[in-house]
T-cell receptor, first 112, second 113 residues
Framework: GESVGLHLPTLSVQEGDNSIINCAYS??????FIWYKQESGKGPQFIID?????DKRQGQRVTVLLNKTVKHLSLQIAATQPGDSAVYFC???????????FGKGTRLHILP | KAGVTQTPRYLIKTRGQQVTLSCSPI?????VSWYQQTPGQGLQFLFE???????NKGNFPGRFSGRQFSNSRSEMNVSTLELGDSALYLC????????????FGPGTRLTVL
């Protein structure tokens, strides 16, 4: 069935280090991918997106990489800060029905 | 610019009852989507409304329904509540349909006893 999965449910990173959160998607027809951050008690917040005609996109301290060959998506956060502690979701938007399918989420824990 | 607002923030109901949740999108946004979030299933798409019409629907039973008004505000209704309906219900708005950035509200935490 439809699924967007994550390799690691919890990731602990030292403050100041770079974080890499991975995601596998199953629908090869998906053409739009999004990363969301959800802090406790809040709704998901858009971080960055990428379309399937790109393999890399950079934002402020974040980079998303897309490998369509192996259907893999990653989010890199540079110089991780305590405020980055949250659950991160990848999501895909299939181009057939425009439904956004979310992964299960990865909790990012920042070590002092 | 005000964000997406959802009311109520918390709700406690008993099995068999029905509930209506409300969502006000960001001004100018015409698309509203609803999601159910649970620890076991994660974020699951319920439905999307655009121009007062349901454009997309997830794999949920007919007890889950919704509507959108001419001012883009949306409501979702769950009838004959079951214990498994306990979840965080999130509303997200975007300017248009398709590949547009979605802005989420804080959610309504529904507990069914």
């Amino acid at each position: 069935g439809e699924s967007v999965g994550l390799h690691l449910p919890t990731l602990s990173v030292q403050e100041g280090d770079n974080s890499i959160i991975n995601c596998a998607y199953s629908n090869s027809a998906s053409d739009y991918f999004i990363w969301y951050k959800q802090e406790s008690g809040k709704g998901p917040q858009f971080i960055i997106d990428i379309r399937s005609n790109m393999d890399k996109r950079q934002g402020q301290r974040v980079t998303v990489l897309l490998n369509k060959t192996v259907k893999h998506l990653s989010l890199q956060i540079a110089a991780t800060q305590p405020g980055d502690s949250a659950v991160y979701f990848c999501a895909e938007n299939g181009n057939r029905d425009d439904k956004i399918i979310f992964g299960k989420g990865t909790r990012l824990h920042i070590l002092p | 610019k005000a964000g997406v607002t959802q009311t109520p923030r918390y709700l406690i109901k008993t099995r068999g009852q029905q509930v209506t949740l409300s969502c006000s999108p960001i001004s100018g946004h015409r698309s509203v989507s609803w999601y159910q979030q649970t620890p076991g299933q994660g974020l699951q798409f319920l439905f999307e409304y655009f121009s007062e019409t349901q454009r997309n629907k997830g794999n949920f039973p007919g007890r889950f329904s919704g509507r959108q008004f001419s001012n883009s505000r949306s409501e979702m209704n769950v009838s004959t509540l079951e214990l498994g309906d306990s979840a965080l219900y999130l509303c997200a708005s975007s300017r248009d349909r398709g590949h547009n950035e979605q802005f989420f509200g804080p959610g309504t935490r529904l507990t069914v006893l």
